[in-house]
């Protein structure tokens, strides 16, 4: 019984440090921000620290450009998606060819995801450059564009260039993951449909993206909770402008907290964002599992 109960507490002891480190850093604040979200924290207001409820949450749900930045936030998020999935496994297919070089390449290809975000986007901010940029005089030497162009000061245009810098940093990650499947591939199925007469193509949808599916799955959760998330790249690129083109969710979370100094709706908004991703998610695992993907 002694024995049973030192045994205890040495694993108590062995937690103990963790735990504090975890509640201090995580639990915590998580806490602290949900009641933030309460209560009105407005430093000015006479009011401060007043209960409110779900006063905020109704305030924010009613807010038009809080739906504004949302639907920014979908619009990076789903084309992001859909070329880091697209780009990633068509890379992911070459790479799984026994072609000569294929080890240099596949160790090459992280290169892009290993850069830190914020490196990441201030190359592209160089890239942009209305001036000295890459992007300006590669397409005018190409000749497909007659004179240097913004790229970074319209709305629409800026957006799609976060994408662009994104998907380059990304799609080696989901391109990893594809051919991590793709390597545990039984080839003699491939090798006995193509004896059977079935093109590339055919082997393509037939046999490869349906063994795929619990990549895509894995892949288009943890990427949309990323995604919707971002906050380094628009941060280091565009600061949410021109307009508020490039204002997303989470970056207007951040300018009302710490900009605006209304703690309370960063709160909300945060917690917004965490409901909407954890639904979004237990939707794309219920549409899969009725597909027979996982």
Known sequence: MRNRWSDRRFAVITILPAFILVFGIVLYPLIQTFLYSLKNMELTSSNKGQFVGI???????????VWESLGRTAYFSSISIIL??????????????????????????????????IVNAAMWKWIYHPEFGALNGLLTQLHLISSYRPWLSSPWTAMNMVIMADVWKM??????????????????????????????????????????????????????????????????????GPSNG?????????????????????????????????????????????????
């Open 84 to 117: 880091e999935l697209v780009l990633g496994l068509l890379i992911a297919l070459l790479l799984n060819e026994n072609i000569r070089g294929i080890g240099f390449l596949r160790s090459i290809i992280i290169l892009p995801w290993a850069v830190p975000t």
């Open 171 to 240: 799609t080696p990650f989901v391109c990893i993951f594809f051919l991590a499947s793709l390597q545990m591939t039984n080839r003699s199925v491939y090798e006995a449909a193509s004896i059977d007469g079935a093109g590339i193509f055919r082997r393509l949808f037939v046999l490869t993206l349906p063994y795929l599916k619990p990549t895509v799955l894995v892949l288009i959760v943890m990427r949309t909770m990323e995604s919707f998330k971002v906050f380094d790249l628009i941060y280091a690129l565009t600061k949410g």
């Open 246 to 294: 490039t204002m997303v969710i989470i970056y207007k979370a951040y300018i009302e907290a710490f900009t605006n100094l209304q703690f309370s709706q960063g709160a909300t908004l945060s917690y917004l964002i965490a409901f909407f991703i954890a639904a979004l998610t237990f939707v794309y695992v219920k549409v899969l599992k009725a597909e027979g993907g996982i």
């Open 55 to 65: 006063h905020n949450y109704m305030e924010a749900l009613t807010d038009p450009s």
